[in-house]
């Protein structure tokens, strides 16, 4: 089954089948494999549907899309009615449900891109273009940075993660060595890339997981993010936390919808722009490497997750080990990454 949750209106996918492109002209060949990626996401997938119980049932011997759907073995679908209710009564609701979800609505394109700036999530309406949901099962080819190669500067050499920003309210960067080196030729430009413009209805989850080392100065640490997060100037609350550790060797970004591997890790410029030689690998949510990466702590951002989670779990909720911080700043709450994968009460 898919990483990926659908929250889905049952018009969305009745307007979604009825708009398959129709293939017999080159021109049209495109739209066509776009149409079919996309379906095969939602035919692995776990999608919460506007209907209750009784109705699903009822029209599972009656409408081809949902029919074709469930005929799959793998989509698994769930009445929840409830939820799309509250959901229209107030847009509030949508920040309930899990952080890695797609909303596919019976809305116009104008009111879910307003509903993304909102929220930091994926919302598709029935103007949808089909380009926009095949993004998260793309293949984004992998970024080779040479060592050496001189650029105008750190923040012109990170602008290539525009080229695959998707929305988003949290982040979780994991690397021993992110606070070593020239971090602060790195750190704010990763930040200032990935990071959303606007957020009006919801706050920014920032989690950065480092190495468990002896003479580091933690809270000077967290007070230079502090610094980095107030340069951002973004319009809305960025809460932050430092864990540290000593079981993960590995670097790895996650946001709701993007894994990114770093070989060498983050720390990859430095003030001139050259830079260190690696291999930045991109995995949207709906699509997987199919098998473990040598330099990736596991097969899918899921079970890294599950990682990460079982890291902060263990950590003491003052963040001192004995007289010791191995976590500092905002430790009141849990990054939306982190939760389970169920609708939140």
Known sequence: MSELKIFAQKAFLDHFFQQ?????????????????????LLGRSEIELDLDLDT???????????????????????????????????????AQAPSRVVFM??????????????????????????????SLVEHIEPLVIKKGN???????????????SYPSNALIIQDNYLFSGFYECNLPHILDNLLPAQL?????HLTIIASEKSGVDLEKKYADLLKIIQDLSRPYTIRSQIFTTNKLHDRELITNYLWINSGFGFNIFN?????????????????????????????????????????????????????TPVAVGD????????????VRK
Request: aromatic residues 8%; contains cysteine; proline residues 5%.
């Open 56 to 94: 699903l049932k009822s029209l599972l011997s009656e409408n081809l899309p949902l029919l074709s759907l469930h005929k799959t073995g793998a989509c698994k679908l769930v009445p929840n009615s409830e939820f799309f209710r509250k959901a229209l009564e107030d847009s509030a609701e949508y």
């Open 331 to 342: 430790l009141s709450f849990r990054n939306r990454l982190l939760e389970d994968g169920v």
């Open 200 to 204: 009006s209805r919801s706050d920014f």
């Open 20 to 40: 398959k492109p129709v293939g017999d002209i080159e021109e049209e060949e495109d739209k066509v494999m776009a149409w079919l990626e996309a379906k095969r």
């Open 105 to 134: 609505l019976d809305r116009k394109a104008e009111d879910c891109r307003q509903l993304k700036t909102e929220h930091g999530l994926f919302f598709l309406g029935t103007e949808m273009e089909i380009q926009e949901f095949q």
């Open 150 to 164: 001189v650029n105008p500067g750190p923040k012109q050499n990170w602008s290539f993660l525009k080229k695959v």
């Open 271 to 323: 003030y001139k722009g050259q830079g260190r030689q690696t291999t930045l690998s991109f995995y949207p949510i709906g699509r997987t490497p199919g098998k473990k990466l040598d330099t990736a702590l596991a097969e899918s951002s899921s079970e890294i997750l599950q990682i990460f989670r079982k890291i902060v779990d263990e950590m003491p909720q003052n963040g001192m080990m004995g007289s």
